[in-house]
Structures are given as C-alpha cells and as structure tokens.
C-alpha cells in the first residue's frame, strides 16, 4: 500500500489537466464579467440617448411631445435590455426627462439586479 502511495505522489500524468480546470472556471466568470459590464456600459448610454432625445423633444417640439407622451417617444428611442421607464417634468433648467431601467447583471453563477438612471434637461425655446 505505501509503495502504491509513494508511486502514485511521483506520477505527473494529467497535472496540465488538472491546472487547466483549476484556470478555465476563473477565465469563463471573468469572460461573462467583461460581456455584461459591456453590456450594461451600452445599456446607460442608449438610456442617457433617449433621455436627452425626448427632452429635447418636449423643449422644441411642444406639440408632437407632451409631458403624457414622452415616455412612448422616448421608448422608441431606446434600444437598451430591459423595459426602460421615461418621466417628463418641468424644471428650473427647462424640460428634464428621467429615465430608468433594472439591469440583471449575471456572472453565470449568480444574477444580480442593477438599477440604472439617467436624466436630461432641455432648455426652454
């Protein structure tokens, strides 16, 4: 039994494997890390495009956009995941829309719920 012990401590067969498999599962969460925070990058800056799109619709274009139809104009211009929400308001600055959206940002092994905002402000013409 030892000589079977002390054999099988020398044998280097499939250490390479063994090491790959310790690598490859830290490279495939940091892989699916890098995609999602992409993602997510993509995701606020199609939010802040149409946040600024329907202020400033709601600034030059009083009557195609109102403060009740915004968030349809601005859904359209969103192409972001999710299902974003747009608000209108009047502001001191002019017309500020609000947008937000929950990103589910996933590793692979655990989802996580991120939520997003961007806002924007038109002057008045």
Not at 42 to 68: F, G, H, I, P, Q
Not at 88 to 105: H, L, P
């Amino acid at each position: 039994m030892r000589t079977l012990l002390a054999r099988l401590r020398r044998e280097e067969k499939g250490a390479a494997a063994v090491e790959f498999v310790l690598i490859l599962i830290p490279m495939v969460m940091l892989t699916l890390g890098a995609i999602n925070l992409s993602l997510m990058v993509y995701t606020v800056a199609t939010l802040n495009y149409a946040a600024e799109d329907a202020a400033r619709c709601l600034s030059v274009k009083k009557t195609t956009c109102t403060t009740a139809s915004v968030n349809t104009y601005a859904q359209a211009r969103y192409t972001g995941p999710g299902a974003a929400t747009f608000t209108g308001t009047s502001a001191a600055c002019g017309n500020r829309v609000v947008g937000t959206v929950d990103y589910v940002f996933t590793t692979g092994l655990t989802s996580t719920i991120i939520p997003l905002s961007s806002q924007a402000c038109y002057p008045l013409t």
